[in-house]
């Protein structure tokens, strides 16, 4: 009985163990996709909006920044036209996934041109790779700054008043 618990135990270690750089390399090849998602905007790529899905969102910093990936391509050809959107370069990030790794998760905290910005994401992977479903950015607004902040936006924005 014990030889088969050392077995049994030996094995589960050893998939356990062989699992890892597996769940190592999908992180590695995600968190590459996302770096390069943020790259093609640095360089106004328009393979940018290739890489997110046809119904994909992206929801920016402002209230009214809401896209699905269309409107967004319109809202963003401005920048894009110049060669260079923005430029967001991940700080850290944190990624998860499905059992099945077809769909992906992970936040992420970046450094960008409006100061240290936090986000998170969803992908879905299909028959064609890799694609952003869901996109949020937000402004990390440091929490000695946020009553500051709140009187610069004003109370008329605040829900329930």
Known sequence: MRYVLAVLLFLNMTLASAAEPDDAAFRAQVGAFIDAWHDDAAHGRQAYFEKMAPDGVYIGTDKTEYWQREAFRVWAKPYFDK??????????????FTPDRRIVWWDEQLNTQMGICQASGVLRAGPEGLAIQHYQLSVAVPNEALEKVQAIIGHTERPGL
């Not at 060669?83 to 998860?96: E, H, T």
């Open 83 to 96: 060669g260079s959107a923005w430029d967001f370069k991940a700080i850290k990030r944190n990624i998860y």
